[in-house]
């Protein structure tokens, strides 16, 4: 059964910093790419990062330079290092692991920018 459980979610202070993580189980994670995305209240899921299985990585120009995607093979998990927050980056953010035709998400957790 493939899982992919993210965590590292809450409220933090606009221009403060959280990093997410996505631990993955029941696939062979190296082979995968691994993506973040989002999804405000009211609003479309949206692309934020991915890393290809070869580590190269694609941002959203949104968080370009604020985020940072990482993997780690040995622990099956990729990461999401968000930092210099901002009320806009308020989302539920999905982990993603692809292999074509094969496709899974993560239950979300949600990250919450306000003073």
């Known amino acids: 059964q493939v899982q992919l459980v993210e965590s590292g979610g809450g409220l933090v202070q606009p221009g403060g910093s959280l990093r997410l993580s996505c631990a993955a189980s029941?696939?062979?994670?190296?082979?995968?790419?691994m993506a973040w995305y989002r999804q405000a209240p009211g609003k479309q899921r949206e692309f934020v990062a991915s890393?290809?299985?070869?580590?190269?990585?694609n941002y959203a120009d949104s968080v370009k330079g604020r985020f940072t995607i990482s993997r780690d093979n040995a622990k099956n998990t990729v990461y999401l290092q968000t930092n210099s927050l901002k009320p806009e980056d308020t989302s539920v953010y999905y982990c993603?692991?692809?292999?074509?035709?094969?496709?899974?998400w993560g239950q979300g957790t949600q990250v919450t920018v306000s003073s």
């Open positions: 029941g696939i062979t994670f190296s082979l995968y790419a």
């Open positions: 993603n692991a692809n292999y074509h035709p094969l496709n899974y």
């Open positions: 890393i290809s299985s070869g580590g190269i990585t």
